[in-house]
């Protein structure tokens, strides 16, 4: 039956082909009433008891307010720009004012961790909020998603215990939770997550009572430099005015100091005793450790979408550099929790760095020295290419391009404290037609910086239009010998053949791998790869699975798995099957048309409406709460 609803649904579609959409074979070409009523009777049909009046809020909204509008012709668009320009918001992912829900809130009490770890008595009595009584807890908690355990047949056991929404997997009758010996021990003594932060770092971080050594001394020598150059200014001043000599014979002679590239001055006070192997590699810019970037497939630091999770899911198709999302410096001085999560690193991830973003240099040189010490990290990227307002109007990311002087006082104040290479993430400027990214990179090279990426566009230019890699050309040029990877566009083993003909060391993906992970893969076997929806659904629990072991895999981990998830298929949506193209490889710029897939769930992969990502959602973890609700962060607007 569903094979003839889909075959009916594709005969009535007349498509007519439209400039910037992606080309598709007629036979799976449909229209979006046929598509969304075929999707909708089949999701009914096999859940059966579902009816209307259970509908959750999410199946009665009308679609074509959960997705981006179809593109229009140039006539249309001139009579409907008014309205698009009201309505923009609707269509569009909100980083601001988003309606959202604490995964905490998912469930009205929990269970105390005095039950959960064995500790004994609660040490706050009758004032704790949580449940002590276990069968109590069990009456209220949600129903179990599945009957198998990821974390207990993993690892051996479930340290969430009674709490986990697998826990029928690992509970006797009596309420114990079981355990797997030899799995345990397998994994006893390693270390599967480095980079978090300990609740003594935390707790002094606070109180400010953290040393920053080398970046004090760096910091000093900033402003002795600073009223050298002032006190030379004013003494210049003076002599002009005092002299008697004509003013084209006097010769100024050049005091000002270059600012320290690395530490390779004497020491303030005077030391005694041998010279060590540590004051030697200190004392050596040459020493600091080294990374092999060339030819290197690097997935690109994705706000929200780069966690741990995914990263894991791109390092099993093959990418060979990864970066923790965005970090603000000032955060992480303050000892967030939340910030830090975002430095966290899995073992599988060998090459493995930390991006971080800040507009003053002596803060982002004190965060430099706090991830030096108390970090495991390959390298640390600074974000000059963020093109957020929230960043860019106080100085950061983008900012930073038009502040060469703050830039490199903190290029070079990272450097000093840091063991390992400093990197820079920019774009080829702020206003779209004045590339300034050329003049930066012939300054960054005398700065001390290990490597750049450029992305091919402008702050202005967000993403409406393709990135420039004729301009990345010139820059890789001028970069020599500093490794420079090019960043833009690539979402085929084609294009990245295209982007290495341009003399970059490397290529950074981003929204390809959101789009297709499997892209590292199909670059480094130079092929395109059809991948069926069943695959696609066993990479997407694969995420799952990793969410629920780093998150949790109680109803709070759960819940903030769904949110990371969803977030993953707004994009992920856009994919469209290598078998299903008229013309091959898809343009990361043109937007899929309405179509068919070859089975059920390929249709409901293609879909971009908002509930339909839900439905996915809820094959891998379970029903949404009755109060569940979201927006996503991105959407598809780049296609218009």
Same mark, same amino acid.
């Given at each position: ?15 007519? /082909? ?80 988003? %309606? ?41 908690? %949600? ?16 340290? !969430?215990?009674? /709490? ?21 021990? *397998? ?75 690395? %530490? ?44 741990? %999770? ?8 093959? /990418? ?158 001028? *970069? ?15 294009? /990245? ?96 048309? !309405? !179509? ?39 959407? *598809?607007?780049?296609?218009?």
């Amino acid at each position: 039956m569903m094979e003839a609803s889909a075959k009916d649904a594709t005969e009535t579609a007349t498509h007519v /082909a439209v400039k910037g959409e992606a080309a598709i074979k007629q036979e799976f070409i449909t229209t979006k009433d046929a598509f969304h009523g075929f999707l909708d009777s089949e999701w009914q049909g096999s859940k059966g008891e579902k009816s209307a009046e259970n509908e959750t809020p999410q199946e009665k909204k009308d679609p074509s307010v959960d997705e981006p509008e179809c593109k229009k012709s140039k006539l249309d668009h001139e009579d409907v720009k008014k309205t698009e320009k009201r309505d923009k918001k609707r269509f569009r992912g909100q980083n601001k004012s988003r %309606p959202h829900i604490k995964p905490t809130t998912y469930e009205e009490k929990r269970l105390c961790l005095s039950v959960i770890q064995k500790n004994g008595e609660c040490k706050f009595g009758d004032k704790c909020i949580f449940y002590h009584d276990v069968a109590e807890y069990l009456a209220n908690k %949600p129903a179990d998603i599945g009957e198998r355990c990821y974390l207990y047949d993993t690892f051996g056991k479930c340290e !969430y215990g009674l /709490a986990c929404r697998f826990a029928t997997a690992h509970t006797t009758a009596d309420f114990k939770t079981m355990e797997k010996a030899e799995l345990v021990k *397998a994994y006893e003594g390693r270390t599967l997550v480095k980079n978090s932060l300990s609740k003594d770092l935390q707790y002094r971080l606070r109180k400010r009572s953290v040393t920053f050594k080398k970046s004090e001394e760096y910091l000093k020598m900033l402003s002795d430099n600073k009223d050298k150059k002032e006190q030379q200014s004013n003494g210049d001043v003076c002599t002009a005015e005092v002299s008697a000599e004509p003013k084209e014979e006097i010769q100024h002679v050049s005091t000002e100091e270059s600012l320290p590239t690395c %530490p390779d001055i004497q020491p303030p006070v005077k030391t005694v005793g041998p010279l060590t192997d540590a004051d030697v590699i200190k004392l050596r810019p040459c020493e600091k450790k080294k990374v092999d970037f060339k030819d290197k497939l690097y997935l690109a630091p994705l706000t929200t979408c780069g966690n741990l %999770p995914f990263r894991r899911v791109c390092k099993r198709f093959g /990418a060979d550099i990864t970066c923790g999302e965005m970090a603000m410096c000032t955060n992480l001085l303050q000892g967030h929790q939340s910030e830090w999560a975002l430095l966290k690193r899995h073992e599988s991830e060998d090459l493995f760095g930390v991006q971080v973003e800040g507009c003053f240099p002596d803060t982002m040189t004190r965060c430099a020295e706090l991830i030096n010490n108390y970090t495991d990290v390959d390298f640390v990227d600074i974000n000059s290419g963020c093109p957020i307002d929230l960043v860019y109007k106080k100085g950061g990311g983008c900012g930073l391009m038009t502040r060469t002087r703050k830039f490199e006082q903190i290029i070079k104040g990272m450097n000093y404290v840091l063991d390992v290479p400093v990197t820079v993430k920019i774009r080829t400027g702020v206003q779209e037609k004045s590339n300034i990214a050329h003049k930066l990179i012939g300054e960054m090279k005398n700065w001390g910086v290990s490597m750049v990426t450029l992305h091919g566009r402008s702050r202005e230019q967000r993403y409406t239009k393709l990135a420039d890699w004729d301009y990345i050309s010139t820059c890789a040029k001028l *970069a020599d010998p500093v490794p420079l990877f090019g960043n833009g566009d690539i979402l085929s083993y084609e294009d /990245a053949v295209k982007a290495k003909e341009t003399g970059v060391s490397g290529i950074m993906i981003a929204r390809g791998a959101l789009i297709k992970p499997w892209i590292f893969t199909e670059i480094k076997e130079s092929r395109h790869w059809d991948v069926s929806s069943s695959e696609r659904l066993d990479i997407l629990r694969d995420f799952t699975n990793f969410g629920l072991e780093h998150w949790g895999s109680d109803t709070r981990g759960v819940e903030k798995t769904r949110n990371f998830l969803l977030e993953w298929l707004s994009f992920m949506c856009r994919y469209i099957p290598v078998g299903l193209l008229e013309r091959v490889p898809q343009k990361i710029n043109e937007r899929p048309p !309405y !179509y068919m897939g070859r089975n059920y769930l390929e249709s409901l992969m293609a879909s971009q409406n908002v509930d339909d990502w839900i439905r996915i959602s809820e094959m891998l973890l379970g029903p949404v709460p009755k109060n569940f609700n979201f927006l996503p962060k991105h959407k *598809a607007n780049s296609y218009k």
